[in-house]
């Protein structure tokens, strides 16, 4: 809901408004502990985000340089915790994009969504526009046979 000048508070530094939507009691993480929680606006992938005049931050990354320190040039924030939406910074640690991906679900995945075993015989990698994908050749064929099935029927009626 869209603030008007009468309820936003203006004294409030930066820093004191990020603070206020954080929730430090949010889902507890296996070893890690509580997960502070982003109440704040999140885009269509969870991630905080956080609006500093017209400087817009991902609210993770925000809230890491600000209680840790700066975050190097090339490495991103991965979650420890899985969750998106925390900014805890005992649950984010700066790695390479290359790790983030390695630790990412989808990388963790052993079978495709139908069971069959991901391995190097069963698995071929397609690149598409933003990034690889992991397929499984098994599925693969499957779905062309259907296609072809389905693409006889048309030429036969």
């Known amino acids: 809901m869209p603030r008007n000048d009468a309820t ?3 004294s409030a ?22 997960c502070w929680t ?5 885009d269509r992938d969870g991630y905080g985000r956080y609006k500093v005049g017209r400087h817009t931050f991902m609210a993770h990354r925000y809230a ?3 209680l840790v320190g700066p975050i190097m040039p090339g490495l991103v924030i991965d979650h420890l915790c899985r969750n998106t939406g925390c900014v805890n910074p005992a649950h984010l640690e700066p790695v390479t994009p290359a790790e983030n991906t390695r630790r990412s679900e989808p ?5 495709c969504i139908n069971g069959h075993e991901f391995t190097t015989t069963n ?7 933003t990034r690889g994908v992991r397929q499984c050749r098994a599925c693969n064929a499957d779905a062309v046979a259907r296609y ?3 693409k006889r029927e ?3 009626a």
């Not at 954080?22 to 890690?32: D, Y």
């Not at 990388?107 to 079978?111: D, E, G, L, P, V």
């Open 8 to 10: 936003r508070n203006t």
């Open 107 to 111: 990388a963790q995945r052993t079978h």
């Open 38 to 42: 982003w109440t704040g606006y999140r």
């Open 13 to 34: 530094t930066p820093t004191s408004r990020f603070w206020s939507r954080v929730n430090k009691a949010g889902t507890l993480a296996p070893m890690l502990g509580p």
């Open 148 to 150: 072809k099935a389905r």
């Open 123 to 129: 698995t071929y990698y397609r690149v598409s526009s």
């Open 64 to 66: 890491y340089t600000r």
């Open 154 to 156: 048309l030429q036969a």
